[in-house]
């Protein structure tokens, strides 16, 4: 009896099929939540030279390999190409090299390097340059590099002839799902979980971004697909994909702002909502985040588009509360821009949280548009009416802007 495997390569054109895995368990990449799972994916080209696009995570060498089988045997690869040498990508990189034994493997300069410190390959890695063009006999693949997007070894491959882009990890998405297009899929969650990787991965590469928008618009190249690493496949409506990631890399804030904040006995909870309250009444459309049910990649992906941060914590030993701590130290790494910001919270008798809040959000650029605001054990009715008026204070700078 033969053993079929239960996987099956997608159709992107003619020549390309998606081949790669999809991770419905992963609720995690490196600090970042990801309730919706994820894919990696890599890409079959069925030119003469047959050409594998990346691979996948390690654990998902046998799904990869069994959607190659369902088009071609996967001895029949001639050649590979890593676009990054994360091991998302490359992870199942030397068991597909030893079960295909291609001809030769593809990477950038940065790649190859990075490749042989990771796996310590001692196999001759073919290094190709920004722009360079491979035939693959009745096609041809062409390389451009889109250095720390998302690592300084990352490159995209463009199939010429079928006019797709394989992105890699730009204009990806963590978002596991049994369609493989984006036009299959419900358009406030693409836009959602593309905030969301953008927010969590790409926000402090933003100029590059830019820079990568610019010089796609420059090579003179057409695209009706982009096929990225992870989630969903662009096809006919890509220019969705490129309008969100330039408003998001041009930083344009939003009149909205994110109330994220931690309590110890509830005080700090009510100066939170008075606050917001101050923000609403004022017109901003306004988010308010317990960081004890809110996840610091949730409270990232609606400052995105945000333009005021205001975090509130009371004082815990001298300092902030932990999960405080945690979203002033993610922030930190992920460098938020055009923002103003504020900060507040209770205290019992020496109150430094709402200074270390201040110090921490001056020294990522965020503007401090009011004097933090602290209050005494329990606010009463009187301090209340001070946070709603400082909510609209912040509104009112808000505006301005
Ligand atoms: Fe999806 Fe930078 O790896």
Not at 24 to 39: E, L, N
Not at 291 to 305: G, M, N
Not at 311 to 318: A, E, F, M, Q, Y
Not at 376 to 392: N, Q, T
Request: glycine share 8%.
């Amino acid at each position: 009896m033969t053993i079929e495997s239960p996987f099956s390569a997608v159709r992107v054109t003619d020549r390309v099929y998606w081949v790669g895995a999809i991770d419905w368990g992963v609720r995690d990449f490196h600090g970042y939540a990801t309730p919706r799972g994820s894919t990696y994916n890599a890409y079959l080209v069925l030119a003469d030279k047959v050409t594998l696009v990346d691979t996948v995570k390690a654990p998902f060498v046998g799904e990869l390999l069994g959607r190659v089988a369902s088009v071609i045997e996967p001895e029949r690869i001639d050649y590979v190409v890593s676009n990054h040498a994360e091991m998302d990508h490359s992870g199942a990189l030397s068991e597909v090299l030893a079960a295909v034994k291609p001809e030769k493997l593809f990477a950038s300069k940065m790649g190859a390097k990075a490749l042989r410190e990771h796996f310590a390959f001692d196999r001759e890695i073919t290094t190709v340059a920004d722009g360079e063009s491979l035939s693959l006999g009745n096609a041809t693949l062409q390389f451009f590099e889109a250095r720390m997007l998302h690592w300084p070894d990352s490159m995209m491959t463009y199939v010429a002839d079928d006019r797709v882009l394989l992105s890699n990890d730009a204009f990806g998405m963590h978002l596991a799902s049994s369609q493989r297009f984006a036009d299959e899929l419900d358009a406030n969650l693409l836009r959602y979980e593309a905030a969301k990787y953008y927010a969590n991965i790409l926000l402090p590469l933003s100029p590059l971004v830019t820079k990568l928008l610019e010089k796609v618009g420059t090579l003179n190249i057409d695209i009706d697909i982009i096929a990225p690493s992870h989630g969903p496949i662009w096809r006919r409506d890509q220019s969705r994909i490129i309008d969100w990631y330039g408003g998001w890399a041009g930083g344009k804030a939003k009149k909205k702002a994110v109330v994220a904040y931690d309590t110890m006995w509830n005080s700090t909870a009510a100066m939170a909502k008075a606050v917001s309250e101050g923000l609403i009444a004022a017109g901003v459309e306004t988010m308010v985040m317990s960081l004890r049910s809110s996840h610091r990649s949730d409270v990232v992906t609606e400052v995105l588009e945000g333009g005021a941060l205001l975090v509130g914590s009371p004082t815990l030993n001298n300092g902030v509360l932990p999960t405080v701590a945690d979203l002033l130290s993610y922030l930190k790494g992920l460098r938020p821009r055009n923002l103003v910001g504020a900060a507040f919270g209770s205290y019992g008798w020496s109150g430094e949280a709402v200074g270390h809040i201040e110090e921490a959000l001056a020294a990522l650029g965020i503007s401090l548009e009011a004097e933090g605001l602290k209050v005494k054990y329990v606010p009463d009715e009187e301090s209340l009416a001070r946070c709603s008026a400082f909510g609209r204070e912040i509104a009112e700078r808000l505006g301005k802007l």
